[in-house]
């Protein structure tokens, strides 16, 4: 296995289980992951939108939509029309809302501190360090960014 292939599969083993440890039932109480992380998403955005929290989380407008609109009925987000432009729909908290994100326990540190206490203290800079220049590999877009299945090329054989 080539160090690409080693550093790929360690990133993805990684993923996946902080994935299964954030998505355990405890964690957000009544919510899913997903609609734990658009109250979230929504609380770190001063004015959020459909298409706002859309493109933060990485998903489809419906599927957002509908996300939402579970949230809204349930009493933890309100929709409100701009004043400047009836056209645009702010999604913001409600104090149901504000206070499950005070209360539920999904947030990393409560899913990953016991990680974190099991790293030797020396070696804790240095990891978030390595974490810190790979969120911002994962993040940089254009420069010389790929897809991720993009074909390999085939060079020509030549005789």
Same mark, same amino acid.
């Given at each position: #296995?080539? $160090? ?8 993805? /083993? &990684? %993923? ?7 998505? @355990?039932?405890? =964690? =957000?109480? /009544? ?21 706002? +929290?859309? $493109? ?5 407008? @419906?599927? #957002?939509?509908?996300? &939402?609109? &579970?949230?809204? *009925? ?6 409100? *029309?701009?004043? /400047? /432009? ?14 499950? +994100? ?6 990393? *540190?409560?899913?990953?501190?016991? &990680? ?7 070696? *804790? %800079?240095?990891? #978030? ?19 991720? =299945?993009?074909?390999? @090329?085939?060079? $020509?054989?030549? @005789?």
């Amino acid at each position: #296995m080539t $160090k690409a292939e080693q550093f790929a599969a360690l990133v993805s /083993d &990684v %993923a996946r289980e902080v994935v299964r440890r954030r998505s @355990s039932d405890a =964690c =957000c109480g /009544d919510l899913t992951l997903e609609q734990y992380e658009t109250l979230r998403t929504v609380s770190g955005e001063e004015r959020a939108t459909i298409g706002s +929290l859309s $493109k933060a989380l990485g998903v489809d407008i @419906s599927t #957002m939509s509908r996300n &939402v609109s &579970v949230l809204e *009925r349930n009493g933890y987000l309100v929709r409100v *029309r701009g004043e /400047d /432009d009836g056209r645009i729909v702010r999604v913001s908290l409600t104090s149901q809302g504000r206070g499950a +994100l005070q209360t539920l326990r999904c947030g990393e *540190r409560d899913v990953l501190g016991d &990680v974190y206490e099991r790293l030797p203290p020396p070696d *804790r %800079a240095a990891v #978030m360090t390595a974490l810190r220049a790979l969120r911002a590999c994962l993040l940089e877009e254009g420069a010389g960014a790929t897809a991720c =299945c993009s074909p390999v @090329s085939i060079r $020509k054989r030549t @005789s």
